[in-house]
């Protein structure tokens, strides 16, 4: 992994959790984090990730190397979004 890869968030948001089988038989973690006011709008990304997730394993042969997956929306983040190892970041 590419050390430009790693991030790190410390915060008070609040998350919604599932878990998804990957190709190779495992549960894996997913967790959406945003503000305790904006958790209710994160259901949306909680749905469509797994499904995101089956389809790249399809796609690529391989299946999820990790076992969790983050995502958390951030406010007035200037990339716009980012995909970091084990963290997706977004607005």
């Not at 790190?8 to 959406?32: A, G, P, R």
């Not at 979004?81 to 607005?91: H, K």
């Amino acid at each position: 992994m590419s050390t430009y890869l790693v991030a790190y968030v410390l915060s008070d948001f609040q998350s919604l959790e599932t878990t998804y089988l990957s190709k190779d038989n495992v549960n894996k973690t997913i967790k959406v984090w945003a503000r305790p006011e904006f958790i209710s709008k994160a259901s949306y990304a909680l749905n469509i990730t797994p499904k995101l997730l089956d389809y790249y394993e399809d796609v690529f042969g391989v299946p999820y190397a990790l076992d969790k997956l983050d995502l958390i929306a951030i406010p007035d983040f200037a990339s716009g979004a980012m995909e970091n190892w084990g963290l997706i970041t977004f607005r």
